[in-house]
């Protein structure tokens, strides 16, 4: 492995940097002069048009009778809307959802209610009408009152009720008044720049370290109007990331410093100020096939190098790196370290020439993965992990402290029931009680979902939610919910928290907050569902109402950065990517060239990073009231009592054939997150891998977001980074993949390659939508690329009808889709008989035996989609765990479909499912079935009849079954074995093709 070049020289970035705007920065409608942070500005957000039902004028003006408005800000100005003064604008409510029409609604309600079903997502939520709004900015706001005209009607607020940041309804309710904190971007450009972490300067400022990333090629992609003839630019070169340093003051500018040259893959840094004033700066880089954490040591007068290297190099990817300086000046790390069969979390001090103690302390020795790191130094010379492991099969969150003499206090399990419990953030007070913050979703996490309602198990973002307690010596105590003052929708929804004190010893609590995920029926062509940072703060009155930050628009995982400088408020570093204040209204030629790709329009999306200035309440601070009586739940039921006993032994099952021997690999490739614009109910984009890897206990998975993200070029490389860092072979191998979804007949296909780089491919787009070659266009691209894909949900408006259907490029299909329903034929098993039974359309065409029909040789697999978790699993037969291996078993159609941890091995002699050959007597089929419950039936199907059946009754099945018919022509004909057990559980084998001769009809009488 060589040494990634670090260099000490300092260079400038073209960025905007603290407050200051460049040409090449995007600016949005209705974006005010970008201006210095200044804390002592009164920043007023006015909601308008709350509970509009059309789109209303709410062009306005505001004045204020004492001090002076210096800005006024749209937040979700389009391109119409528009800050025309200092203190006016022109703006209206937001359509971001157009309802139907009331007898469509009541018809389709009513087939729904029909056929038994309930909703099932990804659905919208929040208003199909949403309130614009404007944040005023007033310096010397003390007393003053707010003077608001707008074309709806005028009202009043004074300033000093809103001094506690509770929201004040005006206008009857249609307006809102609320207080928010004063904010100025930190870093914008063209670039994309994301995860801040900070340190105080030991002034008035700080130090932000963050990662921006070159693209490889076009931030977006826009269709095709030409079939290309080649495809060698959806595999670019150049581009990666770099890792960033700026020094922010308020009121004052500096520059950006880089640190390491472009051309890697760099995840999350962190930066620390050691004792002797020095900056402590690390990462994680992806080198060679490791992940490596590098660090680099620097003057903070000069920001020369005092030194610089590896900071850990060992096999397996250590990521997630934290820092926190000890009482005597000393920084620590704390990470998690993957060893190729589990991660853990590892703690250990950094010396001055940059290297850690010999002796790694392993503050999470269990026999499980331990996630999510967080660490703080107190008063007492204690350094404190915070982390969330999966030792009791669901996540809960402990506390893990170095004392001051060396050695390492018990654990203490701040969360640990059978919810979701993670994301632990940490932070010690004066007085050395540690508080820690965490996220709390549903019980059995991961488990059996269908859809957003319905199963025993729950979805990976049904409910969210964050809590806070606070470890005092061997006492957990808790406070009340921190949203207990928050506007109702605020109240839900709530996750990746930050915590954080401030010099008075207050604690402050930052999240994101859903704010709405529309899909269906869009007026504007959206990037996604929307998060929003929210702040509070909690002393003897309890929690402060929540506030929004200003500009955190942007995906679930956002992840700030809070910093109490000496010598100003508490500050806030987060990330946004501008998806509410670039909103595009759709049109026909911006929906023919961008929405049918599922894709992103230019200029819509940009991450930057910005600044908030968390001020605090007014009057003295007085510490909260802590309660030792935490909740108590009665633990879940577990679902699968026996799962670890099922996943065993299908990891040890091996088939022997030809000379070859096979392992079953569950997994699939049709996993939605955050990143797909109707992702908003799948959860954050690590959701998707913390739920492979021990939700689900997967061998692979693939990433199954729309063009992973809608043709964007940073989203897109997001995944191919972590379907990278969350490969821990021989255990766990993701694919490379995405959804590239079109309507009926063109067809959803998932698609998936084996090997980095590969760019999403757009659409062939004529007049009147996509064209017929768009599939054709499809497989030269595949072909290219050493690439296959596989329709999903065939017979709804998501299917085919089969038509330019080349197995070779498409050799398997999903028979049967966790979140809706099987496709095999009409009437089978879990499957729609009749439209108001289907969920997704009614395409009849779309059957997978009409593909049969046609003579394609086209395999089996199972995969999720949206919502549904646990359910459907896509089982390949492979020679070996590697990506080309896995990849090579579809192609071969070497799978099968499962909803459960069955074991299936048909063969017939030396020839595994999937096979094609020719046979020169009576075929003969051996079947092995193991389920996880008894087997009620087992059916061997040939040319679209049932040619055998036996009804078992047993968990493990094992038989051989000739087909003894007589009188058949010579020609071609196809079998495959399906298997329910007594609980409905289900498992397809892909067909096997055989050649058989003619056979003499069976004598009369016979």
């Keep these: 492995m060589s040494k990634p070049r670090l260099i000490a020289a300092v260079a400038t970035t073209l960025a905007v940097v603290a407050g200051l705007s460049a040409s090449s920065a995007r600016q949005a409608p209705g974006a005010s002069p970008s201006r210095p942070l200044d804390p002592s500005i009164t920043a007023v957000r006015l909601m308008l048009g709350i509970g509009d039902r059309t789109a209303q004028d709410w062009s306005g003006r505001v004045r204020v009778d004492r001090?002076?408005?210096?800005?006024?800000?749209?937040?979700?100005?389009?391109?119409?809307?528009?800050?025309?003064?200092?203190?006016?604008?022109?703006?209206?409510?937001?359509?971001?959802?157009?309802?139907?029409?009331?007898?469509?609604?009541?018809?389709?309600?009513?087939?729904?209610?029909?056929?038994g079903q309930r909703q099932s997502g990804p659905s919208s939520f929040g208003a199909s009408v949403f309130p614009n709004a404007v944040v005023v900015s007033i310096k010397n706001a003390a007393s003053a009152t707010l003077s608001v005209e707008t074309a709806q009607g005028n009202f009043q607020v004074a300033v000093d009720r809103l001094a506690d940041g509770a929201t004040v309804d005006l206008l009857d309710g249609r307006a809102s008044a609320q207080r928010v904190f004063p904010h100025a971007p930190l870093v914008e450009g063209p670039l994309q720049q994301d995860f801040p972490a900070a340190v105080a300067d030991g002034g008035n400022g700080a130090w932000v370290v963050y990662v921006e990333h070159l693209p490889f090629g076009h931030d977006t992609l826009p269709a095709f109007t030409e079939r290309p003839k080649q495809f060698a630019e959806f595999h670019p070169q150049g581009g990666?990331?770099?890792?960033?340093?700026?020094?922010?003051?308020?009121?004052?500018?500096?520059?950006?410093?880089?640190?390491?040259?472009?051309?890697?893959?760099?995840?999350?840094?962190?930066?620390?100020?050691?004792?002797?004033?020095?900056?402590?700066?690390?990462?994680?880089?992806?080198?060679?096939?490791?992940?490596?954490?590098?660090?680099?040591?620097?003057?903070?007068?000069?920001?020369?190098?005092?030194?610089?290297?590896?900071?850990?190099?060992?096999?397996?990817?250590?990521?997630?790196?934290?820092?926190?300086?000890?009482?005597?000046?000393?920084?620590?790390?704390?990470?998690?370290?993957?060893?190729?069969?589990?991660?853990?979390?590892?703690?250990?001090?950094?010396?001055?020439?940059?290297?850690?103690?010999?002796?790694?302390?392993?503050?999470?020795?269990?026999?499980?993965?331990?996630?999510?790191?967080?660490?703080?130094?107190?008063?007492?010379?204690?350094?404190?992990?915070?982390?969330?492991?999966?030792?009791?099969?669901?996540?809960?969150?402990?506390?893990?402290?170095?004392?001051?003499?060396?050695?390492?206090?018990?654990?203490?399990?701040?969360a640990a029931t059978s919810a979701y419990e993670a994301r632990p953030t940490i932070a010690a007070d004066p007085t050395g009680r540690v508080w820690v913050a965490y996220e709390e979703r549903t019980e059995n996490w991961g488990k059996d979902a269908v859809n957003l309602v319905q199963g025993p198990g729950?979805?990976?973002?049904?409910?969210?939610?964050?809590?806070?307690?606070?470890?005092?010596?061997?006492?957990?105590?808790?406070?009340?919910?921190?949203?207990?003052?928050?506007?109702?929708?605020?109240?839900?929804?709530?996750?990746?928290?930050?915590?954080?004190?401030?010099?008075?010893?207050?604690?402050?609590?930052?999240?994101?907050?859903?704010?709405?995920?529309?899909?269906?029926?869009?007026?504007?062509?959206?990037?996604?569902?929307?998060?929003?940072?929210?702040?509070?703060?909690?002393?003897?009155?309890?929690?402060?109402?929540?506030?929004?930050?200003?500009?955190?628009?942007?995906?679930?995982?956002?992840?700030?950065?809070?910093?109490?400088?000496?010598?100003?408020?508490?500050?806030?570093?987060?990330?946004?990517?501008?998806?509410?204040?670039?909103?595009?209204?759709?049109?026909?030629?911006?929906?023919?060239?961008?929405?049918?790709?599922?894709?992103?329009?230019?200029?819509?999306?940009?991450?930057?990073?910005?600044?908030?200035?968390?001020?605090?309440?007014?009057?003295?601070?007085?510490?909260?009231?802590?309660?030792?009586?935490?909740?108590?739940?009665?633990?879940?039921?577990?679902?699968?009592?026996q799962e670890a006993e099922d996943m065993n032994r299908m990891r040890a099952y091996r088939v022997e054939a030809a000379g070859k021997t096979y392992r079953l690999l569950r997994g699939e490739f049709h996993r939605h997150s955050e990143v797909s614009a109707d992702g908003g109910a799948d959860g954050a984009l690590e959701d998707l891998w913390r739920y492979a890897i021990d939700a689900a206990g997967l061998e692979w998975i693939g990433d199954g977001d729309h063009d992973n993200g809608g043709g964007k070029e940073y989203t897109w490389w997001l995944v191919q980074k972590t379907t990278d860092l969350y490969t821990h072979s021989p255990a766990f191998t993701p694919m490379y993949c995405y959804e590239r979804s079109n309507a009926y007949p063109h067809g959803h296909r998932n698609v998936m390659f084996a090997h980095r780089g590969v760019r999403t491919l757009p659409r062939l787009v004529g007049p009147r939508g996509v064209e017929d070659a768009d599939t054709l266009m499809l497989y030269d691209y595949l072909k290219e690329h050493n690439g296959i894909c596989a329709s999903h949900t065939s017979a709804t408006g998501m299917g085919t009808d089969w038509r330019d259907t080349n197995p070779r490029f498409e050799p398997m299909v999903e028979i049967y889709q966790g979140h809706r329903q099987s496709y095999e034929y009409l009437g089978a098993p879990r499957g729609a008989r009749r439209p108001g039974e289907s969920v997704g359309g009614w395409r009849p065409l779309g059957m997978v035996w009409n593909a049969l029909a046609l003579q394609y040789r086209i395999g089996f697999q199972a995969s999720s989609d949206h919502i549904s978790t646990h359910i459907s699993?896509?089982?390949?037969?492979?020679?070996?765990?590697?990506?080309?291996?896995?990849?090579?078993?579809?192609?071969?159609?070497?799978?099968?479909?499962?909803?459960?941890?069955?074991?299936?091995?048909?063969?017939?002699?030396?020839?595994?499912?999937?096979?094609?050959?020719?046979?020169?007597?009576?075929?003969?089929?051996?079947?092995?079935?193991?389920?996880?419950?008894?087997?009620?039936?087992?059916?061997?199907?040939?040319?679209?009849?049932?040619?055998?059946?036996?009804?078992?009754?047993?968990?493990?099945?094992?038989?051989?079954?000739?087909?003894?018919?007589t009188g058949r022509p010579a020609g071609l004909s196809w079998y495959y074995v399906r298997a329910v057990q007594d609980d409905g559980q289900l498992a397809w084998a892909s067909p096997i093709w055989v050649h058989l001769p003619a056979t003499a009809p069976a004598a009369e009488g016979h």
């Design 67 to 115: 001090g002076s408005v210096v800005a006024v800000e749209g937040v979700r100005f389009r391109e119409e809307d528009e800050v025309n003064g200092a203190d006016s604008w022109k703006t209206r409510s937001c359509v971001v959802r157009r309802v139907a029409t009331g007898k469509a609604a009541i018809k389709k309600a009513a087939m729904r209610k029909a056929a």
């Design 240 to 414: 990666g990331d770099r890792v960033r340093l700026v020094h922010f003051r308020p009121g004052q500018t500096d520059t950006s410093s880089e640190l390491t040259r472009g051309n890697h893959d760099v995840w999350h840094p962190a930066i620390a100020r050691a004792g002797d004033g020095s900056l402590v700066v690390a990462w994680t880089e992806k080198h060679g096939d490791d992940w490596d954490i590098f660090a680099r040591r620097l003057d903070s007068t000069t920001l020369a190098a005092i030194s610089e290297g590896w900071l850990v190099e060992r096999p397996g990817a250590d990521a997630e790196v934290v820092l926190a300086t000890a009482r005597d000046g000393t920084v620590w790390a704390a990470w998690q370290a993957w060893d190729g069969k589990q991660a853990d979390i590892l703690l250990a001090p950094i010396d001055r020439d940059g290297k850690l103690a010999s002796k790694l302390i392993n503050v999470s020795e269990t026999p499980a993965n331990e996630w999510a790191p967080s660490i703080a130094a107190d008063n007492a010379g204690r350094v404190h992990v915070a982390f969330d492991s999966y030792a009791s099969g669901n996540y809960d969150v402990i506390v893990s402290s170095r004392q001051a003499d060396g050695t390492l206090a018990p654990a203490i399990k701040v």
């Design 458 to 641: 729950s979805s990976l973002y049904r409910e969210a939610k964050v809590v806070v307690a606070c470890v005092d010596g061997g006492r957990i105590l808790h406070t009340a919910d921190p949203v207990e003052h928050a506007d109702g929708p605020v109240r839900r929804m709530n996750a990746f928290p930050r915590i954080a004190i401030d010099r008075d010893g207050r604690p402050w609590l930052a999240f994101r907050h859903r704010q709405e995920a529309i899909w269906g029926n869009n007026a504007v062509m959206v990037v996604g569902g929307v998060w929003i940072e929210y702040a509070t703060s909690l002393s003897a009155s309890g929690w402060a109402p929540p506030r929004p930050l200003t500009r955190s628009d942007g995906t679930l995982d956002g992840r700030p950065a809070l910093v109490q400088p000496q010598g100003a408020p508490l500050l806030a570093f987060y990330s946004t990517d501008g998806r509410l204040r670039r909103e595009r209204l759709f049109s026909a030629d911006r929906a023919r060239r961008y929405n049918t790709n599922q894709g992103t329009m230019p200029e819509t999306f940009n991450v930057d990073l910005e600044v908030s200035a968390l001020v605090a309440p007014m009057g003295p601070y007085e510490a909260p009231h802590l309660s030792e009586n935490g909740p108590i739940a009665d633990p879940a039921p577990v679902v699968h009592p």
């Design 873 to 965: 699993y896509a089982v390949v037969l492979a020679e070996d765990t590697t990506r080309d291996a896995i990849l090579d078993a579809f192609r071969k159609r070497h799978c099968y479909a499962a909803t459960d941890n069955i074991i299936m091995d048909v063969r017939s002699g030396e020839h595994l499912m999937g096979d094609e050959f020719r046979s020169d007597g009576p075929v003969k089929l051996q079947v092995r079935i193991e389920g996880t419950q008894p087997i009620a039936r087992v059916d061997i199907i040939k040319d679209f009849r049932y040619a055998y059946s036996t009804e078992p009754k047993s968990q493990r099945v094992s038989f051989q079954w000739t087909d003894d018919e």
